[in-house]
């Protein structure tokens, strides 16, 4: 019996550009796992409270962002005082890679705003 072919996987420059929320979340769970509360929660305080999701709102994208490959439900993970019927999410490997090709992306966007001066070159 021969074994079956594995499916090539997906060039992560075939998902871009992503949206700017997908990319907040996926930022925020750069850090370690979250359940959706928690990524709503650091998306306000990143955005020094402008972007504000409805819960309703923040579960479509991660349920896209999930559906996509790039997120997973992480394992079990309930601290004593956790209300057991949170989800927590982590980033997969493959959404990792996703993401770091979007910041590429905007980086070089970045670079010809630089250029064309739009905005001045950021100093490191």
Do not use: F, S, T
């Given at each position: 019996m021969t074994p079956t072919p594995r499916a090539a996987p997906p060039d992560p420059d075939s998902l871009l550009p992503l949206r700017p929320l997908d990319v907040l979340v996926l930022t925020m769970l750069v850090a370690g796992e979250r359940h959706g509360y928690g990524i709503r929660q650091d998306i306000l305080d990143h955005s020094r409270g402008r972007i504000e999701l409805e819960a309703g709102s923040m579960y479509r994208h991660i349920r896209h962002l999930?559906?996509?490959?790039?997120?997973?439900?992480?394992?079990?993970?309930?601290?004593?005082?956790?209300?057991?019927r949170r989800i927590y999410y982590s980033l997969t490997p493959f959404g990792r890679r996703v993401l770091a090709a979007e910041m590429r992306r905007l980086r070089e966007l970045v670079h010809l705003a630089e250029s064309r001066r739009v905005i001045a070159p950021a100093r490191t």
């Open positions: 999930e559906d996509e490959g790039l997120v997973q439900p992480a394992a079990a993970h309930h601290a004593p005082d956790d209300d057991p």
